[in-house]
Every structure is written in C-alpha cells, then in structure tokens.
C-alpha cells in the first residue's frame, strides 16, 4: 500500500521555524516530482512549493519565496519543507503529494495544480500564533 505521512507541524510563535517532513513507503518516488500544499480554515487547498525528481529544480508560490525550503533526500523516500520566518497567515493544514507518475523531464513550475498529483498525505496541522 503507497502511502505519504507528514510529520513535523506543530504550534510555533510568529517568526519562528518548524521542518515538515513526508515519508514514503510502498513505492520508491524517487523518480515522482513531488510537492507540498496547505489549506487555511476556510480556505481552498493552494500550492506552496514543487521539487522535480532529483532534487536540483524546485519552485515556490509567492508568499513563501525566500522563507520555505523544499528539499528532498530519495535515498530515504522522503521530502522535506524547511519553514521559516513564519506568520500566522502560513496557519494552514500541509498536505505533501507526489505525481501520478514519475518523471525527469516536467518542469516543476508546471506542477502547482492538485490534478497532477496522484498520491496524497493525510496532512499536518501548523499554527502560528502572534
């Protein structure tokens, strides 16, 4: 059974740092872009940032250029999002996903919709509080 499992998130102050983590297993995704989204109370689920198959393109949606590092580590089926400077607008539920398959060649700044996303985690809740 293929599964993503996010770990890491947590209550942190404004400005502070938190690490997400996504394992996994049941398939090797080193060869599967990968990405991470949140979803606000009340708010429609929304990209965050993209790693394409070996780590060496990644992209980033604007309102976390420059604080959020995505990175990825395959020889251990697992992506990371370094987060830092956080605000309580990042308050969200962080999903990681990976594509429906894998690839070398798509262009991480193509990959910022849901739909080429086949595999889902169950999310981890981050809270930033003022």
């Known amino acids: 059974q293929v599964q993503l499992v996010e770990s890491g998130g947590g209550l942190v102050q404004a400005g502070g740092s938190l690490r997400l983590s996504c394992a996994a297993s049941?398939?090797?995704?080193?060869?599967?872009?990968m990405g991470w989204f949140r979803q606000a109370p009340g708010k429609d689920r929304e990209f965050v940032a993209a790693i394409n198959w070996n780590g060496g393109n990644t992209y980033y949606a604007d309102s976390v250029k420059g604080r959020f590092t995505i990175s990825r580590e395959n020889a251990k089926n697992t992506m990371y999002l370094q987060m830092n400077t956080l605000t309580p607008e990042d308050t969200a539920v962080y999903y990681c996903?990976?594509?429906?398959?894998?690839?070398?060649?798509?262009?991480?700044?193509?990959?910022?919709?849901?739909?080429?996303?086949?595999?889902w985690g169950q999310g981890t809740q981050v809270t930033v509080s003022s």
């Open positions: 996903a990976a594509t429906s398959a894998p690839s070398k060649k798509w262009i991480v700044a193509g990959l910022q919709t849901e739909e080429k996303y086949g595999y």
């Open positions: 049941g398939r090797t995704f080193s060869t599967y872009p």
